[in-house]
């Protein structure tokens, strides 16, 4: 069903202007075209202009863009007629084909001018056979996405970002939503891979496609990119997912509150406070997420008694700390606490169990209820090389509102 819900999507949330589609080669292309005489893009016959695109030619991608290119009388991309889809189908085809031929500006002027075909198939009303263009596009993207250099990479996402919520000019069919919806599906894996390219600007641009995504667990992968070591990527992705929680969770972000960078550190805070945080919870989470180990300990004694938050939401969340000393404090903590909850036996026997500190497995041990410890192997005090459980990317570790 994820296909249909793809199609189904939220049309029209994000435009990129193409990556100067509209006006790369005027210069040297239109002195050769008026060397050669007034013949415009309207007069090349469509299989030739096909066969030139294919050979590289870089008149001929100029006429491509001339095909292309349409204004409105509302200066959007006007609608396509069924005669100009059907060339244009060609033309794609043609361009796929004599790709690699030309050089990076000329890769991203055609994957810009897909996107441009995109554009106004959106606008009603498309020609009746408007997945016939897909296939072509795909072909044209999916090279472009994989592009030796960053700027053609950079120009491809940022025409995939539009595909995510993109619709036809008109009501499609069961069958067409089913085709249109695998159809943006594959996309995914090339743009989700580029979160990780060497280039930082390709990451930030990956970033702010995969932000456009209205599924969250599509979009979530682009989450992690907030401690990227690039501070642009970490700033995209602040910006990219500040009104959706259910990707970018506060925890998420209170460790950005110590950023080395201060526009990052600002963006975090201001972000929070839109959120519904307070000044008092900000700070604990501040000092929740500290560098500093001293810190971390003494706010384990802050927590107490605090009633704008859950104290054993963020006790459990430190009971997890990679300092021994601060997850002592913790099980300090806990043995005050309601030991008969089911997520503090829950975490106290898994750190009875795995926490890599001997003594703290066997501390942990002995605040659980005699049967409880009784079903547990034997204590072993001995330290261990053991993985302390990941903090899971739950909600309710936010902080609670006032």
Known sequence: MRGRAWALGLAGAFVLAIVGAGFWFAGPTQQRQQARGPKTAADVDTTELAARLAAGDADALSAFRDKVIAIGEQGQAAKITQDELTDQIELLHGSARGLTKYGPTGRAMIAGLAGTILERLAVEPAPPNWTRCLTPIHEVLGQTLADPESTVRVAA????????????????????????????????????????????????????????????????????????????????????????????????????????DQSVVMLARVILEQRGLSAAQIELGEQVFSPLVSVRKNVVHHLEGRDDIDPIVWLIHLSRDPDQSVRSEVLDALSKAQLALPNVRERLTEMALNDPSGKVRVRARALLPTEAAALLPDADATDATVAIPPLPGSSALRPRAN
Not at 201 to 206: D, L, N, T, Y
Not at 247 to 253: C, D, G, H, R, T
């Open 157 to 260: 996402l940022s025409v995939t970002a539009r595909t995510w919520n993109w619709l036809p000019g008109r009501g499609p069919l069961p069958v067409e939503e089913t085709f249109l919806g695998e159809w943006k599906d594959s996309f995914t894996k090339a743009v989700t891979g580029l979160l990780v390219d060497p280039d930082a600007q390709v990451r930030a641009a990956a970033v702010l496609n995969l932000a456009q995504v209205p599924i969250d667990e599509m979009a979530a992968p682009a989450a992690v990119r907030v401690a990227d070591v690039a501070v642009e990527v970490r700033r995209q992705t602040l910006i990219g997912f500040a009104k959706r929680p259910e990707v970018l969770p506060e925890e998420s972000i209170l460790p950005r509150l110590h950023d080395e």
